[in-house]
């Protein structure tokens, strides 16, 4: 795949001076829109997740006149509902030398330094509204016996700043969020449409002015016009078919945005966790996530011997290496996720993984049952042994478990400045569907205090400052209709196809050649075959793809087959990035650039920039580079052992 | 295998066919959004307890096996397509006042209100609820109150949910009945079925509070 | 893998594709008409209905005392505060409150229950019942059978109508006579009515704690004790006469 190398692009909106005060700044200095005149100012908001529900309550709150958009059946169902760990936030609660710097610091670290200092420091000092505002809504957080709240460490973190409900933080979030999101539909604010899929952007004279979606219940395109149009569509890590991600999280409205002009960050950073449970089938539809807190007790190891066939049990320790211990003795088994997770496919690769298809680790509580004895282990893991058990039908009491890495989340999305606000004016992209805050690594419980973040406090001031210039008139009759034809031939070249296959046998083809060379460790030669399959794959796709039943009814095949589509363009368009982008850091990790131990080895003379990706319809995307200055962290290697 | 990837299997086959697929609500496939929900050989998510229909494993099913799939059955959960039916009449239940009316920004500092572990544990308990509909589609009645009164109750047992507790339980329950969702008698087929085992007293602790919005 | 599927009615759509957006009802204009007000209903009535065969019980075990013992509780009951009243005033009081109580009692259930059925008005093909199906089965059923085993009663030993001893004759010989062992039908009937009404309350006593929002998690298990005790407390209590009486124990 070619590509042309355009001009340096530049985040004009984050005020200058000493950092702590460039949020303030920028509050201060942007406009405000009188408030007789929100009910005036139309809104879209494309997504319900913890970024979208927040952001649509808020600006509802305030007054605007708020559409908010999802593609399940009522808002309270957006994938942020499953997260786990927790949401940290700089309390500094216990008094352990958390600040709002410390999180910063250890943010930008984490991320490799491959994120903005501005936008990250703003994120720290907003994360303790974040946590004000979620107990107020009544969140049950976890607390202590004294009343206050629990938090925990997490994620490698040295503080103790992680506040958590049971396994369910971001359920209770969301739902916080959700509630927030129905009493402003009751007060008339919001207008919610639910099972409704945003199939493109609408562009009128430079602005974004509205979307094109498709009724999912009755298969109606529908044409909705605004003043602004906000993304909070989530994450594409299903571009792997396999993850940690709801079947129905996609690319669809961040990609045919990206077609309509808005930049794309750094598509090629992906997450992937290192504690899942492993594939068990050629069925297998999903991963699932087991909590990291396990590698607390639990022991990773695999056979000494390669294809070692006996039973675990029967695996006497001095043939077992215990390998995560052995090269990191420091850290042991608590080493980063993207350093645990290639250890495992590394010691996969030399063919001693276990379980179906060599691929897995076992992770073992024999040690801890016999030292801490089974009832506290069970009153510590119990649900997660449970949940397990129930996955895979083996008792973790007596069997190893067996872990794998899975993609879990992506850092890339589309290029948003100081304001959130993408390269198209009046299209503001927030939570995971941007690029902004964590850079090639996202350190963990980091993405729900993202998306708050920016969904309760930060797009309001900003939206505002654009929208103090509006309403901005009726929209261009012409680009609305181009939009939906766009969106209606679409949907007809799918349908006309009839070919052999179903989308989902596409899907899987491609999540799996994504994996093999665009997953946990990328090399020029296996990202080279990636971009020679994956137009042949397309291709394929568009000539032999069946998709059954019509477009005016509910009809899930032709929605999967929307969504492949955009995939395959994705996909593309990551393998490039990931090309380009020759050196590891964070989450990407080239083979070509690591050090004599195998760490990966970042090139800041020549990569300390995001890459933001133009689309152009001859298939020849345009790089831009957006240049990377630390003015507060000094630039180091990571390192671990 | 899942249950849902035995029909994703079933699926894949009668769209190659030519046949329509069974459309079938789903998304997180590990038991927490609440999208899926059918019921299985004449229980709301299968005989398995406290389990999602996405959680089942076709490991608990017999060999060729008959399986009997029917959508969640009550008025105000219309189907739309299969097993897809419309549960908007849970938003809608949230919207009369299931929140707590706190504008962004406006929060005090999050320890300026201890809350006793106990009650924000119990509080937890409730606010568990999925949202998924399986107690309306067991209730022989058609009720919805396992799914109000959870959240009826975890705000109520709050410090922070007070203010609005008497008019809220109030104007919930008025909506679900608005709706047209049956009267409780108690059965205790909801929680049976319940995937998050939402206790029956959530709905004691909702009548007192609707007893004393209508005594006042 | 192999498998044959069979797509039932459950593939036409139950209503129009495009659902309902608007509430099927309006919402409930009283206390008395919302869903919850009628289970109140319920549970006042029902708590009147158990203090009164409470009582009735206490008066039916003074058979075992003497034939006079109740009969004088008999008159008792109809001369109760005289002269301050006049006769049978308190009874009728009495009366009339459980009339209106079984009434009002009956109203709820049956509205209750014919709100059940417009809320499912598609039923399963296939349903199993998870918490044993108890009350689901036996609350209705159980009070269709109470009603017509009331009316029943009165008329044989309040009324006498259908007692072989006719009206003018002493509660007492009314009672012993009804029970004749000629007369063993009348004894299966009335048994299997205390005994549904045992298991009526069984469930029912908890219920009304629960709709009045007095159970929880705690409690629960008194509750649900208590209820049990109480119901084999009654259901003991009404049987003893009637089977001394066909024994010959009592005559
Ligand atoms: C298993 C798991 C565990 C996690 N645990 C943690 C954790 O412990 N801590 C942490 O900080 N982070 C965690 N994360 C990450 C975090 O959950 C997500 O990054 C975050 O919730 C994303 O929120 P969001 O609002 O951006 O998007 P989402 O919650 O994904 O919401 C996307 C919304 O967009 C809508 N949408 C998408 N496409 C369209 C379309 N085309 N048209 C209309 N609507 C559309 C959807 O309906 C949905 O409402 C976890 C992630 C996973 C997968
Ligand atoms: C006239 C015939 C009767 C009918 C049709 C009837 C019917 C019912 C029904 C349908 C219920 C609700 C079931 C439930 O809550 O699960 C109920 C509850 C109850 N009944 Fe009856 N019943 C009758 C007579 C009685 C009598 C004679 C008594 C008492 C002696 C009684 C006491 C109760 C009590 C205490 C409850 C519980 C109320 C609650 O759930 O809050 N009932 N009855
Ligand atoms: S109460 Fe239980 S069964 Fe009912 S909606 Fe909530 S989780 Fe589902
Ligand atoms: S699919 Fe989310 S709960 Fe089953």
Known sequence: MKFTEGSEIRDTRAPEGPIEDRWEKRKFAAKLVNPANKRKLNVIVVGTGLAGGSAAATLGELGYNVKSFCYQDTPRRAHSIAAQGGINAAKNYRGDGDSIYRLFYDTVKGGDFRARESNVYRLAQVSVNII???????????????????????????????????????????????????????????????????????????????????????????????????????????????????KGCNTTAIWRAHERGAYFANPCYTQIHPTCIPVSGEYQS????????????????????????????????????????????????????????????????????????????????????????????????????????????ENPYDVPMRIYPAVHYTMGGLWVDYDLQSTIPGLFVIGEANFSDHGANRLGASALMQGLADGYFVLPTTLGDYLAA?????????????????????????????????????????????????????????????????????KEFWENVKVSGTAEELNQVLEKAGRVADFFDLAELMCLDALVRSESCGGHFRAESQDSEGEALRDDESFAHVSAWEYSPDGEPVLHKEPLEYEYVKMTQRSYK | M?????????????????????????????????????????????????????????????????????????????????????RSAFDRIIQAGGFVSVPAGSAPDAHSIPVRKEDADAAFDAATCIGCGACVAACPNGSASLFTAAKITHLSLLPQGQPERLSRAKAMVDQMDAEGFGGCTNTGECTAVCPKGIPLDTIAQMNTDYLKANAK | MTATIERGAATAPVTSPAPVKKPTRKRPRGFLSSSNGKKVVMAVTGAVMVTFLILHMLGNLKIFISKESFNEYAHALRTLLEPLLPYRTVLTIVEVVLVASVVLHMWAAISLARRAHSARPVKYVAKKSQANGYATHIMRLGGVTILLFLIWHLLD???????????????????????????????????????????????????????????????????????????????????????????????
């Open chain 1, 132 to 246: 004000d505002q979620a107990v107020a809504q009544g969140v049950p957080f976890a607390r202590e016996y004294g009343g206050l709240l629990d938090t925990r460490s997490f994620g490698g973190a040295q503080v103790s700043r992680t506040f958590y409900a049971r396994g369910q933080t971001g359920q209770q979030l969301l739902l916080g969020a959700y509630q927030a999101l129905e009493r402003q539909v009751a007060a008339g604010t919001v207008e919610m449409f639910t099972r409704h899929e945003m199939l493109d952007l609408i562009v009128a004279d430079g602005r974004a002015r509205g979307i094109i979606v498709r009724d999912m219940v009755t298969g109606e395109i529908e044409r909705h016009t605004a003043d602004a149009v906000v993304l909070a569509s989530g994450g594409y890590g299903n571009v792997f078919f396999l993850s940690t991600n709801a």
């Open chain 1, 286 to 393: 999903k991963l699932t996530l087991m909590s990291e807190s396990l590698r607390n007790d639990g022991r990773v190891w695999v056979p000494l011997r390669k294809g070692d066939e006996r039973a675990p049990g029967d695996i006497p320790d001095d043939e077992r290496d215990y390998y995560l211990e052995r090269i990191y003795p420091a850290f042991g088994n608590l080493v980063p996720r993207d350093i645990a997770s290639r250890a495992a496919k590394n010691v996969c690769d030399e063919g001693r993984g276990v379980g179906p298809g060599g691929l897995g680790v076992y992770l073992d509580f024999r040690d801890a049952i016999n030292r801490l004895g089974r009832d506290a282990v069970e009153k510590k893991y119990g649900n997660l042994f449970e949940m397990y058990e129930r996955i895979t039908g």
């Open chain 1, 470 to 538: 509006g309403p901005f008139g009726e929209v261009d009759e012409q680009a609305v209709a181009e939009a939906e034809l766009k969106v209606r031939s679409k949907i007809d070249r799918l349908l006309a196809v009839n070919g052999t296959r179903t989308p989902d046998s596409f899907h899987r083809e491609l999540g799996k050649l994504m994996w093999d060379y665009c997953g946990m460790e990328r090399t020029e030669e296996s990202l080279r075959k990636a971009l020679d399959r994956i137009p042949e794959l397309r």
């Open chain 2, 2 to 86: 899942s249950f849902l990837e035995m029909l994703d299997v079933l699926n894949e086959r009668l769209i190659l066919e030519g046949d329509d697929p069974i459309a079938f609500d789903h998304d997180c496939r590990e038991g927490i959004c609440g999208m899926c929900g059918m019921v299985i050989n004449g229980v709301a998510h299968g005989e398995q307890r406290a389990t999602t229909t996405c959680q089942l494993h076709m490991r608990h099913f017999e060999d060729n096996a008959t399986i009997t799939i029917e959508p969640w059955r009550a008025a105000p959960f219309p189907v739309v397509k299969d097993l897809v039916v419309d």
């Open chain 3, 157 to 251: 030993l309040t009324f006498g109508v259908v007692n072989p001893k006719g009206f003018d004759s002493s509660p007492a010989d009314r009672m012993i006579a009804g029970f004749d062992p000629s007369r063993w039908w009348v004894a299966i009937i009335y048994f299997a009515a205390v005994v549904m009404v045992g298991l009526h309350l069984r469930h029912g006593v908890w219920s009304a704690f629960q709709t009045l929002g007095w159970a929880n998690r705690d409690r629960n298990k008194g509750l649900r004790l208590g209820a049990g005790l109480l119901s084999a407390v009654l259901v003991v209590g009404f049987l003893s006469p009637p089977l001394a009486i066909m024994f010959g124990v009592v005559q």
